[in-house]
């Protein structure tokens, strides 16, 4: 768990292990907010982002700075870097401001990809654990920056809170007992969803319905016409060449995703509507009038099931991920 601290390891010892303060003692809270200033490099297949951000802490007694800068970790990060640190002292207590950039650890899920709504966290821990060291949200204060903007993200919603954290072990400290250890946690959390989805969403499917379209065009021709079946095949290739090119455009993903799932519902429509029109074209060989008029009522019929069902399963779909 201890990896990503931001403190040497000389100042964590000092502050913590050789600490005057007992961990029976009243645990020291610490206000603490972060300001986001930037969200950029969105990477769904390395499954990261980056992120540029303020982080301050405001303590009033010397045990809450000693434990507050013995050492930060940012959970899940890939890496941290400081940019800037600034100390602020006062008559009613210390402020400690930094500035980080950080590549965060995050599992994008585009299974409703282009309708995403996500949440970008930040989480961070002291060494200390929780019977010594609390972090106090600056909720009034923290945030993101009203500058920032990105061409693809809407920004939906911020919060900080502090909760706490028990993990399974206590890390071989013989002080405590064997049932684990809490910490304080502060986290980040940002809501985003991606910007016009709809558009998105038309300019990937607009050929699927296109050629799902034309694969009804059979229905309006004379039972028994050779390219009755010549048109709904070739859309049905057209259809699967059409997934190999989004699936080259959207971002990767293991699940079954809405577009897959619209695709091979085009494509099982297709192929059912392949099969109407063999069965239709051999009522043909029953006498006439009646096995050409008993081929043309099927083909109505056809004409309006399976658009309909085709459009009643879509919407659901959609439904589902709006």
Known sequence: MK?????PAAAVLSACVFSPYPLSAEPATVKTGVYVVSLDNFNYSGSS??????????????KAGALYTGGL??????????EQEGFIPSDVGSLIQQKYRAEMQHTWNMKNYPFIKDT???????????????????KAQSGISDRYENSEWNIDGFSITAPEYVYNTNYGDRRHNNEGNIYSRLEVDIAIS??????????????????FL?????????????????????????????????????????AITLLDSIHSLTQITIICIIAVLIATNNLQIQPEPAGRERSRRYDRAALVAIPALYVAVNLIMLRGCI
């Open 3 to 7: 990896k990503n601290t931001v403190f």
């Open 49 to 62: 982002f980056n992120a540029t951000f303020w982080i301050w802490g405001f303590f009033e007694s010397e």
């Open 73 to 82: 970790e940012f959970i899940s990060a890939n890496t941290i870097g400081k």
């Open 120 to 138: 970008l966290s930040i989480y961070l821990e002291n060494l200390t654990d929780a019977s010594a060291f609390r972090f106090e949200p600056d």
């Open 194 to 211: 991606k910007k016009s989805p709809w558009i998105t969403f038309f300019k990937l499917t607009a050929s699927v319905y296109l050629f």
């Open 214 to 254: 034309l694969s009804l065009l059979p229905f309006f021709m004379e039972p028994g016409t050779d390219s009755r079946l010549s048109i709904p095949c070739a859309t049905l290739f057209a259809v699967v060449s059409n997934q190999n090119i989004v699936d080259s455009i959207v971002p990767a993903s293991t």
